[in-house]
Every structure is written in C-alpha cells, then in structure tokens.
C-alpha cells in the first residue's frame, strides 16, 4: 500500500509503499476513503522533535476485524481517529475511536463532519450556554471553527461573532450563521460575548478574553497553548476552561455517543453542513498541509487515497 512519511523536522512529505498494517486486539483494518488534515498534525510535522506517525482523521470500510472487537464487522462504513498512520490506503482504527457512518453520508463528509464536530461540540458544552446568549467562535473558518458557528446557533446562541485571520473570509462565515465577523487584527470586536470557543491560543487569548462580558467563559481547544494572566480573569470575573476530546472518549463513551448520534441528527436535518475546501491526492499532502499552515481553508481540507 501507500502511505505518507517524512524523515526530518518539517518535511518533505514523500509517498512511499510499506506493507499493509494487520487489526490488533480492539482494533480494525479500515480501507481509507478520506483522511482529514488538521493543525495539530501540521504542526507536529513542522515542531516535532522527530517524525511522528501521520495520523489524524479517517473514513472508509472496514476490511477485517481484531480479537474483542464486537460493534463492527467486514464491510461496515466507519470513521474515527487513527493514531498511527492515516495518511495512508489501509490505516488501523481502535474500536473504541471508531463510529459508524450512515448510507446517506459519503466518506468526505463524514470526515469533515464527525471529529471536528465532536470537538467542537464538547467545546461548546463545556462553555455551559445559554439560550440567547452571545458566542464568540475564533478560527472560525476552520474545520473545527465553521461547524462550531453552526452548533452554537442549533444549541440556542442568540448572536454569534465569527474571529478570523483575514476578512476575505467573512462570506463564508456568514453563509455559516455567523451575525458579526471580526479579524484578530480589529482594536474592537464589537458587544462582548457571553461565551468564546477559541481554537487558536497563544497571543489571542488576551484579546479573546477581553472580548467576553462579566461573567463570561472562554473554553481552549487549541494545540497553540498560551499564557493567561490571573488578574484579568478577576477583572471581569471570567474564567477560562480547557477541553480535550480524546478524555471524552476514553472516560465518558457514553456522551461521546450520544454528541455523535447528535451530529449525525443535525446533519440529516440540514442544521449543520460540513464545508469542504478541497480535496487532494495523498501525493499532494505537502500541497494540503501548506493550505492548513497558511490559515487559507474555509472549511475541512481532505486527502483521498
């Protein structure tokens, strides 16, 4: 089969064929589809001390079965995230990170919709909202950001403000839901939120935090990490909550499932639609990653093998 590696910090990417991987216990050999690319990923390739397995998000059929695995079975559609490697034609799915896809969603979508919008859903839960308050989404043209606007509009936001990089984006936000849009680089990002979801971190949690009412709540999900000053928590009485999808799934299954059947519910409603900014072929993974690492993606970037 193929697969995706590199040798050194920060690349290149370069196709290579290695065998195909077998199921362990738990776990199942899926014919990848779609493969997700995401900023954690990318920058584990351009920071990691030494090469990392490209892994990540991935969709397709499953081709066999480990010993103990007991939801799934040859033929079923599935996906979830591979920690080992992803980017490839066959990757290995633990049972236990996989979720089965409906016959009325293809691959792509699946791909783009289920771990972003789980993340951004448990993000948006952990914010604890209010029907009618506002929301503050940063990145919110990304793969995460874009389905963050439209679930905080379907869990009840009365007014939602988009963050991002460049105001070219702005249209496609608000074809998202968005009310407002601002960029990092505004003084004023106009009426403060109740509650922001922040996927970038680093130097825009000072102003993500200034942008929040008394009271408000900021909840990071960003691998970017960044530094929060005690005082300006009490100024405002805000606070600030971390978030980790991975914690969901290996400690609370059964909310994981239960965000996921809402997902799959709000999709086949029509109230969330996963955007797709492009797709490209596993030898152009350096091409993708270059789009991810520019912040030019509005909405899910996609490799298919």
Known sequence: MRRVRYESTGGPLFLEEAPVPEAGPGELLVHCEAVGV???????????????????????AVVAVGAGVTRFRAGDRVTGLCFGHGYADFAVLHEAMASPVPGTASAVEAVALVRGGLVALGALAAARPEPGETALVTAAASGVGHLAVQLARARGAGRVVAA?????????????????????????????????????????????????????????????????????????AT?????????????????????????????????VRPAVHGEFALTEAARAHRLIETRANLGKVVLIP
């Open 38 to 60: 995401t900023l954690p990923v990318v920058r584990k390739v351009t920071e990691a001390a030494k090469p990392i397995a490209l892994g990540g998000e991935i969709a397709g």
């Open 164 to 236: 991002v990089s460049d105001r070219a984006k702005a249209p496609f936000v608000r074809s998202l839901g968005a009310d407002a849009v601002v960029t990092y680089a505004d003084e004023d990002w106009g009426t403060p939120a109740d509650y922001a979801l922040d996927a970038v971190g680093g130097d825009l949690l000072t102003p993500a935090l200034a942008a929040l009412a008394p009271g408000g709540r900021l909840v990071a999900y960003s691998s970017g990490g960044g530094t929060v000053q005690a005082y300006d928590l009490l100024v405002g």
């Open 239 to 271: 606070s600030v909550t971390g978030f980790q999808m991975a914690r969901i799934a290996r400690e609370r299954p059964a909310l994981y499932e239960e965000w996921r059947q809402e997902l799959w519910r709000l999709f086949t409603e029509g109230a």
